[in-house]
T-cell receptor
Framework: EADIYQTPRYLVIGTGKKITLECSQT?????MYWYQQDPGMELHLIHY???????EKGDLSSESTVSRIRTEHFPLTLESARPSHTSQYLC???????????FGSGTRLTVV | KQEVTQIPAALSVPEGENLVLNCSFT??????LQWFRQDPGKGLTSLLL?????REQTSGRLNASLDKSSGRSTLYIAASQPGDSATYLC??????????????FGKGTHLIIQP
C-alpha cells in the first residue's frame, strides 16, 4: 500500500504546454524530494523541501519549479514543456534522519 | 562528497542460485544505507534499510550487510527467482549529502534471473 502518491502515472503533452506533476504523502513527513531519471540512467535530485514554505534546488539544474504550501503536497511545475524535459520524475519523502526514504511510483513524461 | 559504486553493473544467473550484489561508499559518516529495487519504468521499492549502527538486516530471502569501516555493503539474494529480475540500487544517507541530508545513489546492478 503506497503512502506516497504521484499523478499522473503517464503524461504525453505538446511542446509549450504548462504541466504540473502531483505528489502527495500521508505519512506527515517534513522532507520531500523530486528526482529525475532518464531511461536506464541514474537518479538525479532536482528539488527538495524541508517543510512548508521551504524549497531548494538539487544537484541537477532543472527548469521546473516546486512549491510546498502544505506538508503533504509537493507539486512540480514546468511552465513551458520541451522535448528535453522528457523523462521519469520520482517523488520521495522521509521522516527523521534515521528513517528510510519512501518513493512514489513516478510520472513518465513525454513531450512531443 | 559521497560516492557510491555498485558492482557488478549487470548480472545474469540461472534460477535457484544464491547471489551477492556489492555496494561501496567513500564517506563512512552515514545515517543509514538503503537498498531499493526498481522495475523497468517504475518507481523505487525499498527492500532493506540498515542503520549506521547495525551490521545486517534480513527480509525473507534478502539479507543486507553493512561494514562502515570498510565502506561496503552487500545484498545477498537466496534461491533467486525470475521475479527477482530488476535493477537493484543502493543509496547512502548522510549529512551534507544530496539535498543537504539526502541520498547518494549508486548506478545500480541490473539483475536477470534466467528461468
Amino acid at each position: 500500500e503506497a503512502d506516497i502518491y504521484q499523478t499522473p502515472r503517464y503524461l504525453v503533452i505538446g511542446t509549450g504546454k504548462k504541466i504540473t506533476l502531483e505528489c502527495s504523502q500521508t505519512m506527515g513527513h517534513d522532507k520531500m524530494y523530486w528526482y529525475q531519471q532518464d531511461p536506464g540512467m541514474e537518479l538525479h535530485l532536482i528539488h527538495y523541501s524541508y517543510g512548508v514554505n521551504s524549497t531548494e534546488k538539487g544537484d541537477l539544474s532543472s527548469e521546473s519549479t516546486v512549491s510546498r504550501i502544505r506538508t503533504e503536497h509537493f507539486p512540480l511545475t514546468l511552465e513551458s514543456a520541451r522535448p528535453s524535459h522528457t523523462s521519469q520524475y520520482l517523488c520521495a519523502s522521509r521522516g527523521p534522519p534515521t528513517y528510510g526514504y519512501t518513493f512514489g511510483s513516478g510520472t513518465r513524461l513525454t513531450v512531443v | 562528497k559521497q560516492e557510491v559504486t555498485q558492482i557488478p553493473a549487470a548480472l545474469s544467473v540461472p534460477e535457484g542460485e544464491n547471489l551477492v550484489l556489492n555496494c561501496s561508499f567513500t564517506d563512512s559518516a552515514i545515517y543509514n544505507l538503503q537498498w531499493f529495487r526498481q522495475d523497468p519504468g517504475k518507481g523505487l521499492t525499498s527492500l532493506l534499510l540498515i542503520q549506521s549502527s547495525q551490521r545486517e538486516q534480513t527480509s525473507g530471502r534478502l539479507n543486507a550487510s553493512l561494514d562502515k569501516s570498510s565502506g561496503r555493503s552487500t545484498l545477498y539474494i537466496a534461491a533467486s527467482q525470475p521475479g527477482d529480475s530488476a535493477t537493484y540500487l543502493c543509496a547512502a544517507s548522510q549529512p551534507g549529502g544530496g539535498g543537504a541530508d539526502g541520498l547518494t545513489f549508486g548506478k545500480g546492478t541490473h539483475l536477470i534471473i534466467q528461468p
